[in-house]
């Protein structure tokens, strides 16, 4: 089942848009964490926020990707965890209302989803 299909059908270029927009907020918010902790006396404040919006940026990448066809084994060579596909269909709905929770719950979107994590 091709992805590029089921996303092209269900997401719009500005949801698209919107999508990469946060993605690069968020990596910025995480690097400017990793520096703010390294000279900060209260390092457990900035570890906390820091490991929140990297993973928050992580999953926006991944949603990204998904919806645009990248491969995942581009993206995350070394992961130990793989994503959970319940977050990346919530910033899929997020990002795109029109599409629909009920429209990503079907078994396609899982299976699509399998497949690109499979390569």
């Not at 092209?8 to 927009?21: C, I, M, Q």
């Not at 390092?43 to 926006?60: C, D, G, P, T």
């Not at 949603?63 to 060579?77: D, H, I, K, N, V």
Request: charged residues 25%.
């Amino acid at each position: 089942m091709a992805i590029n299909k089921l996303s092209k059908d269900s997401v719009s270029r500005f949801a698209l848009e919107r999508l990469r927009l946060s993605v690069k907020v968020l990596s910025y918010s995480a690097r400017l964490n990793r520096k703010a902790k390294k000279i900060a006396s209260n390092k457990a404040f900035f570890q906390k926020e820091h490991l929140f919006v990297s993973e928050n940026a992580r999953y926006h990448h991944l949603a990204y990707a998904f919806l645009t066809g990248r491969p995942y084994g581009l993206l995350e060579r070394t992961t130990t965890n793989p994503p959970d596909f319940q977050r990346v269909r919530q910033l899929i709905v997020q990002y795109e209302p029109q599409c629909g929770y009920h429209h990503l719950m079907k078994p396609e979107w899982e299976a699509a989803f399998q497949e690109w994590l499979n390569g």
